[in-house]
Every structure is written in structure tokens, then in C-alpha cells.
């Protein structure tokens, strides 16, 4: 009921009532969620985020401020999720490094040399981005799809073409990292 979610969002303590009765069983979750400060308990929906806005890049960076790991390639875990968020770091930290390597200039161009960082580090991840959420849309819409011949296909086709997908999508070069 979309009363109940309203309600539901801004009372704490009904949410922490939701996750507790999803995690029975889990002792060292469940104390973690009853130890938690209930003003640190909050919901937000998960919304979609077409595979085509990452080709256009229009909400990726504003500024000092881009969007990294799972806000800006919503995907579930098992579709390279926790992967894709290391080679977010991995670059985001290399293209701002590279923008600030020596400068000693004003503030302004530090300022500058930050947003162009990340400006290179969005261009760098754009296409494979769009790449891993079109996976995992397509992946997903495939779980979700029923009828005979939808599952009959998905059974014993695509799954095997979509494993051999995921695997490939897996493989990303950090290259040499410095230590």
C-alpha cells in the first residue's frame, strides 16, 4: 500500500521493525540493526537508471562531485556489482592523481585540475558502464520474463550465451598498479 510506504519511510522504528523480522536468524545482524540510532535509519526507493543516460553522462558529475560505484551503475551483486566498484576506484583515483600530479598553483586551479579528474575518469568509464547495466538489465529482464517459449529460451540458450557474457564482462585490465 503506498500510504503504508509513505508512512513507513519516516517512522524508524517501523523500519527497523521491517528489518529485523527480514534478518531473523542472524544474530550478529540483528544486533547490529537493534544497537543502531534510530535517527541513522532511514529508507531510500531504489530507482531505475536507463543503460542510456551513462552514453550521454548527463547525471554523472557536476562539478567537484561524480557519482561512483553502485550510484552510478545500479546492478545487483551477482552481476559484477562489487567487481565494477574496484575499477571504479581504481580509475577515479588514477585520473585524479594524474589531474593534480605537481600542481602548485591557486586554489582555483587545483579546483580545476579536480573537475577535469573527474570529467576524464567519466569519459573513461562511460562505455563500460553502459556495458555492465545493459548486461544486467538484460539479465534481469530475462529472470523476470515468463511464457513457455520465453522460458524454454532462456533456459536452454541464452543462459548459456548470457554466462559466456557475464564472464567477458568480468575481464577489466586495472593495468600496473603503484605501490
Known amino acids: 500500500d ?3 510506504d509513505v508512512t513507513m519511510k519516516d517512522d524508524p522504528l517501523k523500519l527497523r521493525e521491517i528489518v529485523l523480522s527480514g534478518i531473523e536468524g542472524a544474530r550478529e545482524a540483528v544486533s ?3 544497537h543502531t540510532d534510530l535517527n541513522s535509519i532511514m529508507c531510500s526507493p ?11 553522462g548527463h547525471e554523472l558529475r557536476k562539478g567537484k562531485v561524480t557519482m561512483i560505484e553502485d550510484a552510478m551503475h545500479p546492478m545487483t551483486p551477482d552481476q559484477l556489482g562489487r567487481c565494477s566498484a574496484l575499477e571504479d576506484v581504481v580509475v577515479l583515483v588514477r585520473c585524479l592523481g594524474e589531474a ?5 598553483g591557486s586554489e582555483e586551479q587545483r579546483d580545476q585540475r579536480v573537475k577535469d579528474g573527474l570529467e576524464k575518469y567519466v569519459r573513461k568509464r562511460r562505455g563500460r558502464r553502459f556495458r555492465l547495466i545493459l548486461t544486467a ?6 529472470q523476470q520474463s515468463g511464457g513457455t517459449t520465453i522460458n524454454f529460451l532462456r533456459n ?7 554466462s559466456w ?6 575481464m577489466f585490465d ?3 598498479l603503484q605501490g
Open 2 to 4: 503506498v500510504a503504508d
Open 32 to 34: 547490529v540493526v537493534e
Open 46 to 56: 531504489l530507482r531505475y537508471r536507463s543503460p542510456w543516460t551513462m552514453l550521454w
Open 100 to 104: 593534480l600530479l605537481g600542481i602548485t
Open 137 to 142: 538489465y538484460s539479465v534481469g529482464r530475462l
Open 156 to 162: 536452454r540458450l541464452l543462459i548459456r550465451m548470457l
Open 165 to 170: 557474457v557475464t564472464v567477458q564482462t568480468s
Open 174 to 176: 586495472c593495468g600496473k
